[in-house]
């Protein structure tokens, strides 16, 4: 008679263990990035091959480790979605004459004193529109700071004040898939998540904004042939596009219908074909163009590089390498969790968690980690939400505090971290030295601060009843 095999029991893995995976996934991030200047994506499959490898040493099976993938890939598919609708979105009011015109209006506000609150409200604003950082980034962040070099101010300070505008921008924005993956990792609506960083977010914007307008009052101001730069390009966005107050509609609908609850998805494809509509009547582009434009892109051909850098991006297939580093990111993510590496890391920090301050503070410190870890916001918003959830609901804590502290722990130290996607690509477009504007990131700092504090003083943090299964009975939010 055949024996019936035996299945092997996986080996819980060790504290020491965790501990040195992580120093060498952080080595391997390190590397890819800053020495081998590989793709972002290529460093956090590595990462993900040698948990694969591990877990099959641990006991683990190939179809446990890669069901777990599965599962974390299924929580953020709803963010690929709204992804590819915001390559769709940018494409369309770019071609429309939208976004050109909030550029258009944005820039007839800049004045030498005022710079730097200048520039984070505007790309603040850019990348709220828009829905993405990166985006904004590359474009409108970039003719900043050559401005900014014009006008005196320290790049590093710019740099600052332009990337605390559009990470804060993206963490507040229907159209962005951060928000909406915080949202969707805990079960949350994404404006009762919005509702919740009123006090954090918001207080924290406030914060910065008030310390760039007294910054930019103590610099020396100089340059006017910068403010005639100011100028030349907004003659040239004038020239290129009609303009109208009409164009504003596809972002008023958006905004408005996503504010009454309507689905953001198809608010999203609403608002793609309004700009569509509005780039035929209004810019006289044909509907064989559009179509065109929408998949694969906006190219500017007007002649000036800074208008033609601003307004050449978009298209759903713009988004393709984002997509596959999110794929590489959600493989490494689901892995790493099923071997517990931060499992075991976490059982003894949360052992010591006696209080919600305790609890937010731990985890907006590991949530900045696994971004430094794994050199993604996602990772970081997928695995600290899956670790916190039981905590969360012990403390009898509404799960919209857990997303807001994934959002304000992970979202803008995207930017921040010199070997994560977003920090490369400040890096590159503004060419300020790694960490060197860290510092003047303020909108990130005071957001985490505030979120922190109001943790330990008990205020703006929402309750919920659960039974004894931890299933809510009855949740609300307090502000």
């Given at each position: 008679m055949k024996e019936k095999k035996v299945k092997r029991v996986p080996r819980k893995i060790t504290l020491i263990e965790?501990?040195?995976?992580?120093?060498?996934?952080?080595?391997?991030m390190i590397w890819t990035a800053l020495i081998a200047k590989a793709p972002t994506a290529m460093g956090v499959l590595y990462c993900a091959v040698i948990c694969g490898i591990y877990g099959v040493y641990l006991g683990h099976g190939w179809d446990d480790l890669f069901s777990n993938v599965y599962k974390v890939a299924q929580i953020a598919m709803p963010a690929l979605y709204f992804l590819m609708l915001t390559g769709f979105v940018s494409a369309a009011w770019i071609a429309s004459g939208t976004i050109p015109y909030m550029i258009y209006l944005g820039l007839g506000i800049i004045k030498p004193a005022i710079f730097l609150f200048s520039a984070f409200v505007m790309t603040a604003v850019a990348a709220?529109?828009?829905?993405?950082?990166?985006?904004i980034l590359t474009s409108l962040g970039l003719a900043l700071g050559g401005i900014a070099t014009g006008l005196g101010i320290p790049l590093p300070m710019a740099a600052g004040a332009i990337v605390s505008g559009c990470f804060l921008g993206d963490k507040w924005?229907?159209?962005?898939?951060?928000?909406?993956?915080?949202?969707?990792?805990?079960?949350?609506?994404?404006?009762?998540?919005?509702?919740?960083?009123?006090?954090?977010?918001?207080?924290?914007?406030?914060?910065?904004?008030?310390?760039?307008?007294?910054?930019?009052?103590?610099?020396?101001?100089?340059?006017g042939a910068s403010i005639g730069e100011i100028t030349a390009l907004r003659d040239g966005l004038a020239a290129s596009f009609n303009f109208n107050i009409l164009l504003l509609i596809p972002i008023i609908f958006v905004f408005v219908f996503a504010a009454m609850k309507y689905p953001a998805l198809p608010v999203l494809f609403i608002g793609v074909i309004l700009g569509m509509i509005e780039a035929v009547i209004f810019?006289?582009?044909?509907?064989?163009?559009?179509?065109?434009?929408?998949?694969?892109?906006?190219?500017?051909?007007?002649?000036?590089?800074v208008i033609d850098s601003l307004l050449s991006r978009g298209g759903c297939m713009s988004l393709a390498g984002l997509v596959m580093l999110l794929f590489a990111a959600f493989t490494f993510a689901g892995l790493l969790e099923k071997i517990g590496v931060l499992d075991t890391i976490m059982?003894?920090?949360?052992?010591?968690?006696?209080?919600q301050g305790a609890l937010v503070l731990c985890n907006v410190l590991t949530s900045m980690a696994t971004v430094l870890l794994s050199s993604s916001v996602y990772v970081s918003i997928i695995l600290n939400g899956r670790m916190y959830d039981k905590a969360?609901?012990?403390?009898g804590l509404d799960m919209v505090c857990l997303s807001r502290t994934l959002s304000e722990g992970a979202a803008h130290y995207g930017g921040l971290?010199?070997?994560s996607g977003g920090g490369v690509l400040v890096i590159s477009t503004l060419g300020v030295l790694p960490w060197s504007y860290v510092p003047y990131a303020f909108a990130a700092w005071a957001g985490t601060l505030l979120t922190v504090l109001f943790a330990y003083m008990n205020i703006f943090m929402p309750k919920a009843n659960y039974d004894e299964n931890l299933e809510v009975v009855e949740e609300g939010v307090t502000l």
């Open positions: 965790s501990v040195l995976w992580l120093i060498v996934f952080v080595a391997i709220m529109v828009t829905g993405s950082s990166w985006g924005s229907p159209l962005s898939d951060t928000p909406n993956l915080a949202a969707a990792s805990t079960g949350q609506n994404i404006i009762k998540l919005f509702t919740s960083m009123i006090p954090t977010a918001g207080g924290g914007a406030l914060i910065a904004g008030i310390i760039y307008l007294v910054m930019g009052f103590m610099l020396p101001q100089s340059g810019q006289g582009v044909g509907f064989k163009d559009i179509t065109g434009i929408v998949w694969n892109g906006y190219k500017s051909v007007t002649g000036n590089m059982e003894k920090l949360l052992h010591r968690v006696k209080s969360y609901r012990k403390m971290v010199p070997w």
